[in-house]
């Protein structure tokens, strides 16, 4: 059942070239899919036709239920480390790969469905999505997106006609979602641990012409390799840390060899600034809090090295080790550069001094314990630079603190030389004003749930521009009130 309406264009690469690392599927016969919200501005940079997704062709497409023109849907396999346990089969238990679609610029992206039903890797689950959390993926990687984070994207949710037993009856649904692709760590993984050395030969080769085809000609390609992707997770994680970004669930399975964000379950952003911020129900030892995240994302580097080891030295496996070694402990290095050169923007710093790193150490040491408004804080640095230091003094529990770090900061902005209204624009177009809070992302997921998307769009709106102050919005500026209590977030079901 599909329309001549509904072209995508598809040229699916991983279906064709990669046999054996998945299998072809198809999405569940739901009762009654209804398209709830398309994604517009997406919909027209791919060139699809936004009336024709909104259409019941385009409800069944968008669900799975449904196959369109040139589309091969599948379920990739894949392993992972789950919060540091291995488990070598894990695979799209609840998700399928529609297919590639190329946007006007030949750029190439993955058309994925979330939520359409069981398929052979579902082990116990249902296959299934619900609506809270497909929409708070929609909004997350919607807000992402806009603030210059790489991400995968909603081109769609849709709701399946379906309840579904969840804590409590839920809403089923559909989220379809485009992404670079969806190679993740754990699909390499999930070759080595089966020795089957010629097919992650075969991804890696893949993965380099798709997605850092620079190093197609490199002599050590598969070295190059890792430290390209590791360049692209420093840079990734560092944007998280400037933002408040806690993605909640870094298993190696949600880690994506492009340098994507993927996988928004149970991630939040931070108010307060807090290296230790938890928000997930199940991450009860801290292993993805905020401040660990750069660690972690090392750590999963080095799980895929491993997977790559007989690729660097096919005949001398201690020099592929010495090797992948090598190029693990330059993840530091790498990660201190980016996040540096993003601190000194957000302080409002355009050239560079050997001091910069310990002048933004020092400033989270001062913010640390003080309750400070993490996103308020660099709008209010701004306020700063025009001499009024009391807005972000009125952060601070101990006001003293501020002062201490500003009179360095002041130092050092002193040997840069800007005009103060050039050097508030420079801070203004990094530090966001609006980011997704807490309390309000929950009051949108649950008033949509509960029928009305009215809230949901707006924050959507608020959202799709985070850097422009606007009149009437004033409060998504704050952080949550006191009565919203600890937040706690739930793996995305
Ligand atoms: P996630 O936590 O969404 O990254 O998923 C981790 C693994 O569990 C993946 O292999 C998913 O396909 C699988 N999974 C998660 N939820 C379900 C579900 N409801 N039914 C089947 N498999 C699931
Ligand atoms: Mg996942």
């Known amino acids: 059942m599909t329309t001549s309406l509904l072209k995508f264009g598809f040229d699916n690469t991983y279906a064709r070239d990669l046999d054996g690392f998945y299998v072809l599927w198809q999405g569940e016969d739901f009762p009654n899919p209804e398209v709830l919200c398309v994604n517009m501005a997406l ?17 069944d497409v968008l ?3 449904a196959t369109a023109d040139g589309a091969t849907p599948l379920a990739m396999a894949y392993a ?3 919060f540091g346990g291995f488990s070598a089969q894990l695979g799209d238990g609840r998700a399928m790969l529609l297919g590639e679609i190329l946007d006007a610029q030949g750029q190439r992206f993955d058309l994925h469905l979330k939520g359409s039903g069981r398929t052979p890797f579902s082990r116990g689950g249902d296959g299934k999505a619900v609506l809270g959390p497909v929409l708070r993926e929609y909004l997350m990687g919607e807000a992402m997106h806009a603030l210059e984070v790489p991400t995968t994207r909603a081109l769609a949710a849709v709701t399946t006609g ?16 485009v992404a670079s692709s969806h190679l993740r760590v754990g699909t390499f993984q999930f070759f080595a641990a089966r020795q089957e050395w010629a097919r992650v030969r075969q991804l890696a ?3 380099i012409a798709r997605h850092y085809p620079e190093l197609l000609a490199v002599e050590d390609k598969y070295l190059a390799f890792l430290s390209a992707v590791a360049y692209r997770q420093a840079a990734l994680v560092a944007k998280w840390l400037q933002i408040g970004f806690v993605h909640g669930v870094m298993n190696t399975d949600n880690m994506a060899i492009s340098g994507e964000t993927i996988d928004y379950g149970p991630c939040a952003f931070v108010d307060t600034y807090d290296a230790g911020a938890v928000f997930s129900s199940i991450d009860r030892n801290g292993r993805y809090a905020f401040g660990n995240q750069p660690a972690i994302a090392q750590w999963n580097l080095t799980r895929l090295a491993e997977a790559l080891l007989p690729l660097i030295d096919e005949k001398d496996s201690d020099n592929a ?3 992948a070694t090598d190029e693990l402990n330059r993840f530091t290095d ?24 310990d002048l933004i150490n020092h400033l989270f040491t001062a913010m640390e314990g003080e309750g400070v408004d993490y996103t308020q804080f660099f709008r209010r640095l701004a306020d700063a630079v025009g001499g009024s230091d009391n807005s972000a003094k009125a952060l601070f529990a101990d006001q003293t603190k501020c002062v201490a770090w500003l009179a360095e900061w002041r130092a050092r902005i002193a040997r840069d030389p ?9 801070m203004n177009a990094v530090n966001p004003i609006y980011i997704p809070r807490n309390h309000h992302v929950q009051e949108a997921l649950d008033t949509a749930e509960a029928g009305d998307m009215a809230l949901f769009e707006t924050l959507l709106g608020v959202l799709a521009d985070p850097y422009n102050k606007r009149e009437g919005l004033e409060k998504y500026e704050g952080p949550a009130p006191d009565t919203f209590g600890p937040y706690q977030t739930f793996c995305g079901t």
């Open 43 to 59: 919909a027209n940079d791919l060139g699809l036709d936004t009336n024709a997704l909104r259409t019941q062709a385009g409800a």
């Open 63 to 65: 669900s799975g239920k």
């Open 80 to 82: 992972g480390h789950q």
């Open 162 to 177: 379906e309840q579904v037993m969840r804590e409590g009856i839920k809403q089923g649904a559909v989220l379809a979602r």
């Open 205 to 207: 080769d893949y993965a």
């Open 321 to 323: 080790v010495r090797l």
């Open 334 to 357: 790498h990660y201190t550069e980016v996040w540096t050169a993003g601190m000194r923007a957000k302080i409002g710093l355009r050239g560079a001094e050997d001091g910069d790193v």
């Open 418 to 426: 800007q005009d103060a209204a050039a050097r508030i624009a420079m």
